[in-house]
């Protein structure tokens, strides 16, 4: 199974918990009804809704959602997740008949609750529902899982890869934009570059500035040309965007990269508000080829330890040399990446 699909499977378990949890206490604390059949009925609304988030929110197809202010988001979000759910409602309903329930005088009532219940109820379920998934998106499922059991509490040695990628002539841009449209387009950029890298089983450790640095587990990042096929991706996203920037921004955004793997020190960092940080050489390194990339010239370096690992890539793997970098006593051996086109 691809890294990805299992990824997005294992989200969809997740959101499926998140809004049947949420759904069912909403049942019982405001709706005030018993779980009966919608012990059976909210699941299956929340599997659907989370394939939809998945497969549809999360994808190329959602980039309209994601792209609009996290607020108005969330609103129409949750008024198509109220809609959906209305009908699906209705249709049990229509197949199955009213729930009811015996009264002391053997009369049958039915126990469905009014619309001005369950309209507002599901509207507060799917809001609950999508602000905690955007807030684990945003931190990174991993992240927060590692965070909670505490992982990485005392530091732990691990292999991992890091792809530094560095917008060109920022500066220029400045000069040429002003800096609100600067920010606008390294936006943009940004948001475009994400899907890539995530989809193919990396994070997004940080962004900086004008740049992101991502990474990988180091067995996932080297297995099926991996850290490769995400360089290509990116290259075809901001190809098939390049319409919008030309038209908005006058020009396309050209960058850099650098990538480097090997052993790292990662461990929690900070008190009150906390994360995951990386220390050790390899992420030097990374961040070090990046900026031999805007030395030289060239659009993409891979360390050796990276190269040797990519398979089928003919001659669109240039030795350049070897690199010394401060600190490190031997030289590192450094591949340039040419683009497909």
């Not at 012990?39 to 497969?55: D, Q």
């Not at 959906?84 to 609750?113: K, Y």
């Amino acid at each position: 199974m691809r890294l990805s699909l299992r990824n997005k499977l294992m989200a969809v378990c997740f959101s499926t918990v998140v809004f049947t949890s949420l759904a069912i206490i909403f049942v019982l604390l405001i709706i005030g009804g018993e779980l009966g059949r919608a012990a059976i009925i909210v699941p299956g609304i929340g599997f659907i809704i989370s394939l939809f988030e998945e497969f549809y929110v999360q994808g190329r197809p959602g980039r309209w959602l994601r792209a609009m202010r996290p607020l108005k988001s969330i609103i129409i979000y949750s008024l198509l997740i109220v809609g959906f759910s209305m009908a699906v409602m209705v249709v049990v309903r229509a197949l199955l008949g009213p729930m009811h329930e015996v009264e002391a005088m053997g009369e049958q009532h039915d126990t469905m609750p009014s619309l001005l219940i369950i309209l507002p109820a599901l509207f507060a379920v799917s809001v609950t529902a999508i602000m905690t998934l955007r807030i684990v998106g945003y931190m990174g499922a991993g992240n927060l899982f590692h965070l909670m059991i505490g992982k990485y509490h005392s530091p732990v040695m691990e292999e991992r890869i890091f792809l530094f990628l560095d917008i060109k002539g920022s500066t220029a841009l400045v000069e040429r934009l002003g800096p609100v449209e600067t920010r606008a387009l390294i936006g943009k950029f940004f948001f475009d570059i994400s899907g890539p890298i995530t989809d193919l089983g990396g994070e997004i450790y940080r962004f900086t500035g004008d740049g992101v640095v991502a990474v990988w587990n180091w067995k996932q990042g080297i297995a099926n040309n991996r850290i490769v096929r995400t360089i290509d991706t990116i290259d075809d996203t901001i190809n098939r965007e390049a319409d919008y920037y030309r038209s908005n921004f006058g020009q396309m955004p050209e960058y850099r990269i650098g990538v480097h793997g090997g052993p790292i020190v990662t461990s929690e960092e900070g008190d009150t508000k906390r994360a995951i940080g990386f220390y050790g050489d390899t992420i030097h390194i990374a961040a070090r080829l990046e900026q031999k990339a805007k030395e030289l010239g060239v659009n993409c370096i891979l360390s050796g330890n990276i190269a040797a690992h990519q398979v089928g890539l003919g001659d669109r793997l240039h030795l350049i040399g070897n690199e010394s970098v401060r600190g490190i006593t031997e030289p590192i051996e450094i591949y340039e990446l040419k683009r497909t086109s």
